[in-house]
């Protein structure tokens, strides 16, 4: 009986790998060991940095709001604290974008913020 050494199964699975491989430096594209550490790595640091860039653009957001606050005689922290007070749900992303784009809004958004400190 002859023995078994995978055939199809086999060379579709490492061709697989290669075409993911594609565009790598080197034998990391034409050799299928050195292909698939590289492939297994990449897709560890996609995995990861798609949790990480989730943090870095809220991480960004806020120190926009701060900025644009500290510019209207508030921190972020009073900004959001009276926000949450007056009842306002509005998320980072579009706090910090009304932060840049439209300065006139996010002022009336701080005055309100404000107002509902004292109280």
């Known amino acids: 009986m002859p023995r078994a050494k995978g055939g199809f199964k086999t060379r579709r699975r490492r061709n697989r ?29 996609a995995y ?25 005689g508030l921190s972020y922290s009073a900004l959001m604290g009276g926000l949450k007070k007056a009842g306002v749900s509005i998320d980072r992303k579009v706090l910090a974008d009304l932060a840049i784009q439209d300065q006139a809004a996010f002022t009336k958004l701080a005055e309100t913020a404000r107002g509902h400190l004292a109280a």
């Not at 990391?28 to 060991?33: G, I, V």
């Not at 292909?35 to 990449?42: F, G, K, L, P």
């Not at 940095?49 to 709001?65: E, N, T």
């Open 17 to 45: 790998v290669l075409k993911e491989a594609e565009g790598y430096w080197g034998k990391r594209s034409k050799a299928y060991r050195s292909a698939q550490e590289a492939v297994d790595r990449a897709k560890k640091y």
């Open 48 to 72: 990861r940095d798609r949790k990480a860039r989730k943090r870095d653009f809220r991480s960004l957001w806020i120190m926009r709001i701060n900025a644009a606050a500290r510019l209207l």
